[in-house]
């Protein structure tokens, strides 16, 4: 009998667990499909000519007569994990990309932004390539460039991030070299890991509890942040 009452009583744990994971799988699909359904399309400060080191189209594959275009965006917030981060996507007079909002630590502690499938990261000459320059106006916290090889939500591929300082309502520039690209997971460094130029598909900027290498990022902390692009392009 009390065996019985066990087994029932592990059916039962293991029926809530199951049904709470795949509860909470619908939700960061749901959220997932809401923010690359909100899609920033007028930045006009960041084309996709600027993926490529000399120019061209970074649209479309050799032959195909694709037009250059503007970057498009999306947001991604710790809300995917159970955070409390708010965030959105404008442009400012000169059709600079601003993404601005209130960040929270309470159950996550990230807000994010990225570049959309539309206009992909294609590096036509990795073999060329060293660098990603990047110009933005910051709040003064400690932002992070991130590049990434894949879009799905599911992928296992690792998020190689920089970071980036800023300083509040002043505009700065920074080269920082692919080599220098730490590849991470959930904000943590993953070891063993190395960067393919010719595999990189899209680029953004995260403002996160963590730096690059994973230790607590001294500038984080709760409050409104906003940061203007100017540009990023690989050279």
Known sequence: MAGTLAITGITICATALGWTIAKRIRFVRGYWKTCKAEILTDAHGVKCSSWLAGGGDSNADAGDAVPLSTASWFRVNDV?????????????????????????????????????????????????????????????????????????????????????????????????????????????????????????????????LYTQTGEANPRFGDGPFRVVLHELEFV
């Open 80 to 208: 995917i994990m159970g955070g409390r981060s708010t965030s959105e996507l404008s442009t400012d007079e000169k059709g600079r990309l601003v993404f601005s909002g209130n960040l929270s630590t309470v159950g996550g502690g990230f807000v994010s932004v990225r570049t959309t499938e539309d206009c992909p990261v294609r590096i036509r000459n990795p073999e060329g390539v060293s660098s990603v320059r990047v110009s933005l106006s910051g709040d003064g916290q400690l932002w992070k460039v991130n590049l990434g090889t894949s879009h799905s939500l599911l992928s296992a591929d690792p998020t190689w991030s920089h970071d980036v300082p800023t300083e509040s309502d002043a505009l700065t520039t920074h080269t920082l070299r692919l080599s220098d690209f730490t590849a991470t997971k959930r904000g943590r460094p993953v070891k063993g890991a190395v960067l393919d130029p010719s595999a990189v598909c899209y680029a953004g900027l995260i403002l996160s």
